[in-house]
Structures are given as structure tokens and as C-alpha cells.
């Protein structure tokens, strides 16, 4: 397995949830501490020798740069920073970002532009390999100038402060560490600046959600799949020669995934009453190929995001430079997760899609999927719940980079609301689940109908392995226990 700390390799997103999932340490090497060493030493002799202030080091901060602190004042400063920036609202993050969080934070330290101590990242590291998770907020980050709420609140463990979740309770900071063994920092110049300026609550909603959503394209294939043959719907607009016409990576992909899937259903390969397909059979991997190339996008900017450095201001020893810049900006990734959401909104809208037209009483199937319509209601409502998430998405994906609010007195004037892009796309991702797993629920339904035929071995396995837990239903049922355990199994 790579190793998460070594910075001289280039890691995915992939990679970081493959380490978590291994629930081994975070291990940091003797000679990335020499690094953070000697780094840490020449700034502290530059700010000790240098006559112009430095930001961050000896100064206020965002509107208050022009503020020199005094040198015996140094540790208080970023003592204070993280306390007063630790201002997030609305609900907790999910425990599993705040670990990606932690991850990501320690290596982007390890490039050793920041100036922090060994011992700062190194307890950092302690609390994600002892579990203990910072209790941290959605709402506070403009996703400019770092993200500063969440990334406070994710660090004040490190002195001592804050609230985390350990050994299955919320609990105060002051009372997990020694618990297991760990004792607050004493932070010095730089390095609270260090620790809250950075995109990785932005970059850690970006890696789970790209994660997660490359799951749920390989299974919403199948469902779809599983859809087109309960449908009696043809398989010709999946043929090579028309992709081959127009050869977007994503299309052709899904193209070739559809007829892999299929292969080997009686139901497909039956003749057919009817000359073509609505668009949400149709045109599956025109519409699903162009969410892949989105989400396949995304994810190139994601592995760049968590290979850098993100902190400001920088430090080059070996130029001897300390530069303020604003690598903390979040515009790459406000952009990208709008893009996400909308790709991952649409795998959603086409999927509630197929839903209503196997509803619709068309191609031999009956009126709801119910035995007995009329009497019975069948799969009437799943659809409307279908419907009323697909139209929360639309409402979520509104772009929130396209949004920006002047903050810190006029300094801080353009910012991403990239963090805002991130809680969304997690929204939608999770909306997603559940429509396809409606549409699951309701293709399973339909597939009955076209018995004694055969559907392909892949999606009859799919199809039994609702069955174990879901029955066909031929007179109503409390539906919603079977969508929510439909959801539970996807």
C-alpha cells in the first residue's frame, strides 16, 4: 500500500480512502522531520534578523496585516487565531470527512513550506491514528482564505481546546487527549496561520464525493440495465458504430458497459414490437458517458488539489524567501464540485426517468406495477419521492462559485464559496443514492413481469440480491421500509 506521508509521490483520492479503509497510522518519516527542521529554523531567523514584518509570522491578520505583534507575543497570537476563528455553525461534519480531513491537512504540512514544528503535525497525526475526530461544523468557510471556521475547529484539539468524538462519546479535547496519551502543543509563530489556512475541508468533501460517486456510476449502470430489459427496451443505440461517431470517452464506456451488462439476456435479444426507446433508455450513454467525463474532470483537479500546498505565506528556504500569495483561494475547487453536483444531479434525473416510465402502464406492464390497480396503488409513490429529490438537486445546483461576498474589511474581496460547493455536492450525492435505488426497487418490480424470459446473468444476480431482502409484492405493501432497505443494500 502507499505511503500516505510520502510526498515524493503523487497520490489520488483513491489513495487516501484505500489508506483509511487500512486503518494503519499515519507514519512520518525521520527525514521529512529533518525537513519540517530545518525549515522551521530559518524562519525563525529570518523573522528575528528581517526588519520588514512578515505576514502571519509578526502581523495581524486578513484586514489587519499591517499590525505588528511583539516577538514575545508570537505564540499567543496563533494561540488566539485558532480560538477566534473557530466560529462554524449548522450541522457536524460526517466523522469519515473529518478523518480524510485530518489525512489530507498532515500531508499537505509534510511538503514543508509552512514552517510548523514536528511536534504540531505530529500530534495532529496522533489524533487520527488514536480516532480521535474533531467535532467540526459545515457552515463557517467563504473557501477563500483558507478554510478557516472548519479547519479551527478541526485543530483546537491541538491546544487543548474544542470538542471531539472518541471511543464513542462526544467529549472535550482536554479530557480525550490525556486519555490517550497525548499533551497539547504550545504553537509558535506561523504555524496556527499553518493549520487553518488550506483548502482540505473543500479538498476532503471533494475526494469522498468523487469516491463514492464512481461507485454509484458502476451501479446505476446496472440498474439502468436492469431498467432497459423490464422496459422490453432495444440494445441497437448501443451499438459500437454509433459511439464510434462520436467518440466522448464516457459515452463510449457506457455504451460498451450497457452492452456487457446485457449480454446474455433472453430479454434483450427478443424481437421487438416497438422501432425505439424514450431518451432516458435511449440516450443513456450520452447523458451517463457525460457525467463520467465530468466526474473523470473533477478528479484530476481533486489529485492536484491533494498533491500542494495550500497555506500562506509560503516558505523557500533554499531562495531564501517567505512570499504571501493566496494558493488558499478555492476556486479550482468551488468550480469543479458545481461541476460534480450538476454531473452527479443528472445520473439522478435521467434515473427517476426510467422510474416514471415503468409506471406508466406501457409495453405490457401494468398501471403502477400493481396486480391489481386501482385496488392496489403499486409503485404509484416511490416515483413521486423520485421526483420531489430530483427537484431538491436541481434546487441544490444552483453554482455557488458564481457567488462571492466582501469579507475582512475589503482585504479578503473575492472569495469561492467553495466550501458551500462542497456540502452541496455531498447533498446531492446522497439524493442520488436514493433515487437510484428507487429506480432499483421499481426495475426489480417490473423484471417480474416479463417472465419466463431471462434477463442477463449480471442483473439477475442484481435482481436476487434484492429478492433476499425485498419481495415482489402483488397486493400493497409498506413501500417505504422496502425503498429504505433498497437504499441500505445499493
Not at 531567523?45 to 491578520?61: D, H, L, M
Not at 458545481?338 to 405490457?364: C, H, M, N
Not at 482585504?411 to 442520488?432: C, F, I, P
Not at 435505488?437 to 424470459?453: G, H, K, S, V, Y
Amino acid at each position: 500500500m502507499m505511503d500516505i506521508t510520502d510526498i515524493s509521490v503523487r497520490i489520488t483520492g483513491d489513495d487516501v480512502m484505500t489508506f483509511i479503509a487500512s486503518g494503519k497510522p499515519i507514519s512520518i518519516s525521520t527525514d521529512i522531520k529533518a525537513r519540517l527542521n530545518r525549515v522551521r529554523a530559518y524562519l525563525e531567523e529570518k523573522s528575528a534578523t528581517r526588519k520588514a514584518p512578515i505576514y502571519g509570522v509578526n502581523t495581524g491578520f486578513g484586514s489587519l496585516c499591517n499590525t505588528v505583534i511583539a516577538a514575545d507575543e508570537l505564540g499567543t497570537l496563533q494561540r488566539n487565531l485558532l480560538m477566534s476563528h473557530a466560529c462554524g455553525m449548522g450541522a457536524e461534519v460526517p466523522q469519515d470527512v473529518v478523518r480524510i480531513m485530518l489525512v489530507l491537512k498532515v500531508r499537505g504540512l509534510l511538503y514543508g513550506y509552512s514552517g510548523i514544528q514536528p511536534e504540531t503535525v505530529e500530534l495532529l497525526a496522533s489524533l487520527y491514528n488514536h480516532c480521535i475526530t474533531p467535532v467540526v461544523y459545515e457552515q463557517g468557510s467563504l473557501g477563500a482564505s483558507g478554510d478557516l471556521a472548519p479547519l479551527s475547529h478541526l485543530c483546537l484539539p491541538l491546544i487543548g481546546l474544542g470538542e471531539v468524538q472518541y471511543n464513542g462519546r462526544r467529549m472535550a479535547a482536554a479530557e480525550a487527549l490525556p486519555a490517550a496519551g497525548l499533551k497539547p502543543v504550545a504553537l509558535k509563530s506561523k504555524e496556527g496561520l499553518a493549520l487553518i489556512n488550506g483548502t482540505q475541508f473543500m479538498s476532503a468533501y471533494s475526494v469522498y464525493c468523487v469516491y463514492e460517486a464512481k461507485q454509484l456510476m458502476e451501479k446505476s449502470l446496472l440498474i439502468a440495465a436492469m431498467s432497459l430489459d423490464a422496459y422490453d427496451g432495444r440494445i441497437d443505440a448501443f451499438h459500437p458504430n454509433i459511439h464510434a461517431a462520436r467518440p466522448h470517452s464516457g459515452q463510449v464506456h457506457v455504451a460498451e458497459r450497457l452492452l456487457a451488462l446485457l449480454s446474455g439476456s433472453e430479454i434483450s435479444t427478443q424481437e421487438k414490437s416497438h422501432v425505439q426507446d424514450p431518451y432516458s433508455f435511449r440516450c443513456m450513454p450520452q447523458v451517463l458517458g457525460a457525467s463520467l467525463d465530468a466526474l473523470h474532470y473533477v478528479e484530476g483537479v481533486i489529485t492536484t488539489e491533494i498533491n500542494a500546498t495550500t497555506d500562506n505565506p509560503l516558505i523557500f528556504p533554499d531562495d531564501d524567501l517567505v512570499i504571501s500569495g493566496g494558493n488558499f483561494h478555492g476556486q479550482p475547487l468551488a468550480l469543479s464540485l458545481d461541476f460534480l453536483s450538476i454531473a452527479l444531479a443528472e445520473i439522478g434525473s435521467i434515473s427517476e426517468r426510467r422510474t416514471y416510465k415503468l409506471i406508466g402502464g406501457q409495453r405490457g406492464l401494468p398501471a403502477y406495477l400493481a396486480e391489481n390497480p386501482g385496488l392496489n396503488s403499486g409503485f404509484m409513490i416511490p416515483q413521486y419521492t423520485a421526483a420531489s429529490i430530483v427537484s431538491q438537486n436541481k434546487q441544490l445546483c444552483t453554482p455557488c462559485s458564481i457567488d462571492s461576498i466582501d469579507s475582512s474589511n475589503g482585504q479578503e474581496d473575492h472569495v469561492s464559496m467553495g466550501a458551500n460547493a462542497a456540502t452541496k455536492t455531498y447533498r446531492v450525492l446522497h439524493n442520488v443514492r436514493s433515487i437510484v435505488a428507487i429506480e432499483w426497487l421499481t426495475a426489480a418490480q417490473a423484471l417480474e413481469f416479463r417472465r419466463p424470459l431471462k434477463s442477463s446473468p449480471v442483473v439477475e444476480a442484481m435482481l436476487g440480491r434484492l429478492r433476499a431482502e425485498v419481495p415482489y409484492t402483488e397486493e400493497d405493501h409498506y413501500l417505504g421500509a422496502f425503498m429504505k432497505k433498497a437504499l441500505e443494500l445499493l
